[in-house]
């Protein structure tokens, strides 16, 4: 007896079990057949939304350096070149200018480079030519100038450098000679 009633014991309580997980298995069904059965929004509105940005003119600028040959005296004026490299925005009109550089003494119409107390002769060009002294624009100095394509097209401009076998270039001290240049760029 004591085997019947443990089985109908168990009976019971899978029984119960039933019910109880019924509902829930039951539940989410219910509740979603609800959502479906609600009405849809009757009305829609909508709004605008302003949105602006503002894109001024910029450049970027960067500069090779102008290393010239060996300047052998009496033997020929030698020449070099340095690249310009500028990207700007779409259409922003660009000047570029170098001006007459650091060694004292030094003016658009003649160049020094500096060794101590020493110096030599140089001078930086528009074109290969050698005719126009490239400078701020005073003068007879020409800035190089031009209208950009976007940040997407780079511009490069040649600097074309000569040392000139001059007489005081042929008197000069031999040794390692050097001046910096300021590249100076308006848009």
Known sequence: MQTIRVAATARAALARAALTIAPLTIAPLTIAAALAAAPAPAATTTATMSVQATLVDTCVISATPLNFPTYLAGSGAVKGTATISLVCTKNAQYGVGLNTGSTAGTSYTQRLLANGGHT??????????????????SGATAIVSGNAAGFGTAISLTVY????????????LPGAYSDTILVVLTY
């Open 120 to 137: 030599l002769q140089y001078n930086l060009y528009t074109s290969n030519t050698y005719a126009t002294v490239w400078g701020d624009g």
């Open 161 to 172: 450098g000569e040392v000139p076998d001059s007489a005081a270039n042929q008197a000069a």
